[in-house]
């Protein structure tokens, strides 16, 4: 036998198989009848939330908001429409990538949602049937919170070790881009394409809204560092704008008696109206594609709202879906961290001051370890 032709045969057969790029999100129910079940999830999720009986809590919770939240996804077409987004996001980055970063080619992307298929163990078991030995979870929410990005690498590490994968992939995370260069020109430019949609006139009295999900206070005390990420955005963004227009950030999506952050969406739209500003742009900063908030709370509640108070030019800015752009900004992204050789960032070691969450500690020594 010829040993150095089998070792180059060898070689070869390593070169072609895909360096993964895994997309974390929460997703959403793709039908109606997967509602209830992305509920019952999300409820059940010990690394957002505990309470007391949590999977009988969970399941009457769920039960009791199935209704409600079926409609709203029926308004806008019966289902979310993150994973097909997800899904083009994904083809096109691999394309880009395979062409800017060939010695790390070909790529393949693999979507890993937290409450809803494709589940985090579906696309590892896909990994480990395609013998992807190289890895790099991209989570798809630009700024870093527990309650997001850190669940889902929490459950990447439960399901890791389940599938007996903690020795066969050489694993690096992205796990935050609050301020990356084409995530922030991406987000200007749709930006100036809404605000060209007013006259001249209409333009000098626009007032910019960024309107990002809020978290409970007790998530924000305890150290999380999603509000100041998202601020950051929105700071890079205005200046990439030229700091030209008025803009505030404010919080969407409350569930729930208690605290959460704010001022919400909601009450500053009722605050823009008294004070008679007629012209608002709802910029959805902290979502990367369409989905139940965008195209029903700002296209639909909170715009008819506006529209009971007066607010004559509502307009919401659109979602990065595959715009060329972003699709080239996710590129570069996975590239700048290819290039520096990054495992993980600095900020993700640290876990919250405040942190009471095991699992948020296992996960982190485990990939620490892993990653060395």
Known sequence: MNTGSLLGKLDTLNLLLPT?????????????????????NLFSDRDIMQFPMQSMAAKFISTRRTPQIKEQYDAIGGGSPILYWTRKQGEAM??????????????????AFRYVEPFTKTALEE??????KRAILF????????????????????RIIELGMDKDIEWSIIDRWPTHPGFIKTTAHKIEQKLAEYSEEERKDA???????????????????????????????????????????????????????????????KGFAKRGIKNIVVVPIAFTSDHIETLFEL??????????LGITGWKRVDALNDDPMFTDAMAHIVKDHIDQGQIVSRQWSLRCPGCKFDTCGHSREFFTKALQ
Request: aromatic share 8%.
């Open 127 to 132: 990994m480990k049937a395609d013998k992807v």
């Open 207 to 269: 007032v910019i809204m960024f309107s990002a999900h809020s978290l409970p206070m007790s998530v924000v005390n305890r150290g999380d560092p999603y509000p100041a990420e998202v601020a950051a955005t929105v700071d890079r963004v205005m200046e990439r704008l030229g700091n030209r227009y008025p803009y505030r950030l404010c919080w969407q999506s409350q569930v729930g008696p208690k605290a959460w952050l704010g001022p919400q969406t909601s009450d500053a739209i």
């Open 20 to 40: 993964a790029v895994v997309l974390t999100n929460m997703g959403g129910p793709k039908t109606l009848d997967d509602v209830q079940g992305f509920l019952l």
């Open 94 to 111: 691999e394309k880009i990538l395979d062409e800017i970063s060939p010695e790390t080619a070909p790529h393949k992307h693999y979507i």
């Open 299 to 308: 296209d639909r509640e909170y715009a008819e709202e506006a529209k009971e």
């Open 139 to 158: 989570s798809q929410y630009p700024q870093y919170s527990c309650s997001t990005t850190g669940s889902s690498i929490n459950e990447l590490h439960r």
